[in-house]
Structures are given as C-alpha cells and as structure tokens.
C-alpha cells in the first residue's frame, strides 16, 4: 500500500501541527517528556521548518534524517531527552556544540525564554548558513547566536555558561566545556567510540563534578580539537 501526501502540501501546516501533537503525546506516553515546559517547546517550534525538502514529508517520524553534509537533524525523542536531562531553565545562558539544522538551538530558545540565550556553534559554515536561514524563518533569532567554529573547545567569548548540550559523539569529555560551566552547571554529551555511545550528565557542583552515565546513543561524530580527528565526507546520496 502506498500513501501520497504531497498533493496536500497546501494544507501542510494544518497536518504538521497534528502531527507534531501526536509526536509529543507518545514521547510522553514513552516516558522520554517529562516536564512542562519541554513539552511546550516541542509543540511549539516546527521541526519541519528545519528539514531538507525532500524528507518534509517525515518531519514528525520518530529518526533522525539527513540534512546534508553527511550530517543529521536528530530524532525527536533524541531530541527529548537531551533536553530533560539537561534540565534548561528559564532566563538562562546555554552553549550548543553541533547546530546541525538549528532544531535543538530552537527548543532551548523556547524553555530559555526572552530573558535566556542561546549561542551555537557549528564547524560546517554551510550548516551554520542553514540554521541562521531556519532560525530566521522561524524567528528565534533574537535569543539565538549561530557561531562558526570547533565547538569541541567550546566558544570563551561568552562563557560561562549554565548549561552545555553537544549534539555530537566525542572520544571524551573535552575539558574546556566543564571549565566553561558555571558553578551548578550541567553539560549533557554522547561519549563513546565512532558508532556508539552513552549519554553522559556532568553536574558541577561547590567546585566539584560529578559524571553520570544515562542511555546508549548513536551521534554523528564531534571533529575538532578535542573530538575525532577529520573524517572522510560520509555525504552520500541515500535518498
Ligand atoms: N543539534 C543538531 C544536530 C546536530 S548533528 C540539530 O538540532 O539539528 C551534529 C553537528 O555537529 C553536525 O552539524 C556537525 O557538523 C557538528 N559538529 C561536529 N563537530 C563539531 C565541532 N567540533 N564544533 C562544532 N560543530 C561540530
């Protein structure tokens, strides 16, 4: 059986708005949702508004999908519990390493709120150019700063920080990212081989940080300084 829905593009809105709702109840329902205020991020910022054209039509299947040099817009329940874990609160200052389609940078604008920002750093500039054009688009602009660079030695010029998420997998915990946290901070990362890693939750407290480790998880690799040395461009045509 085949389904088509590209000839009810014209409605498109209505039925993403439906969708992303259904998403969001079975995140709940799975457990990954927890608290209010992600919940209201998740229904709030258009995930298809931050995917190729090509796959729009699977912005509210629960994967991750290609945005483009070999890169990927996570899986909304990745998505999910990166931000529960990283308990983001209003008004505060959170760095993202790895902005990929800006997705993630839109739902931490959302729980920050008007008083918080968020700084993002991305090592491709055509993804950094991508985001800035979805941030734009979606207006979330005015408490989001898309920087250019190697996020793996996170970004000084506005630290510290309360909270540091990276969107992708390193070989450990690079050390300037805890040095950038501020006292009470937390610092959510994949942290593993190439293929596979486990979450891990890095609390500073009184001086002191503690790492906790959470679930199995498959990133895109972090290249930089204190990432993964270069790799070959993985960018093939899938589709
Ligand atoms: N959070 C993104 C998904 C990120 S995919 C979203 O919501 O769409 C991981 C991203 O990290 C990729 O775009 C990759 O180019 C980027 N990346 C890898 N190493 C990096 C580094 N050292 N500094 C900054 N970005 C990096």
Redesign the pocket.
């Known amino acids: 059986m085949v389904y088509h829905f590209d000839h009810l593009s014209s409605v498109g809105g209505r039925i993403f708005e439906e969708e992303r709702r259904r998403v969001v109840r079975s995140l709940i329902a799975e457990g990954y949702l927890r608290t209010q205020a992600v919940v209201d991020a998740m229904l709030r910022v258009p995930r298809e508004e ?1 995917v190729l054209p090509e796959y729009r039509r699977f912005s509210y299947y629960d994967t ?1 999908l290609p ?1 483009g ?6 899986a909304p329940h990745m ?1 999910a519990i990166m931000t529960e874990k990283l308990e983001p609160r209003p008004g505060q200052r959170v760095l ?12 931490l604008a959302e729980v920050v709120g008007p008083r918080g920002h968020v700084w ?5 500039p055509q ?1 950094a150019e991508y ?1 800035l054009n979805n941030l734009r688009r979606t207006k979330y602009l005015d408490r989001v700063t898309v920087v250019v ?5 996170g970004y000084p010029p506005a630290a510290p920080y309360d909270r540091v ?4 997998a390193a070989p450990d915990i690079p050390k300037p990212l805890v040095d950038q946290l501020e006292d009470g901070g937390r610092l959510v990362i994949p942290v593993g081989s190439r293929w596979i890693q486990v979450l891990k939750v890095v609390v500073k407290e009184g001086g002191r940080v503690r790492v906790e480790r959470d679930i199995p998880c498959v ?10 040395k270069e790799v070959e461009n993985r960018d093939r045509d899938i589709w």
């Open positions: 931050f991750p945005i040099c070999g890169q990927t817009i996570s998505v993202e390493v790895g902005t990929g389609s800006g997705y993630q940078a839109a739902i993002t750093i991305e090592r491709i993804l985001a660079g190697d996020g793996s030695e998420i990276v969107t992708a990133f895109v690799p972090l290249v930089g300084k204190y990432g993964f």
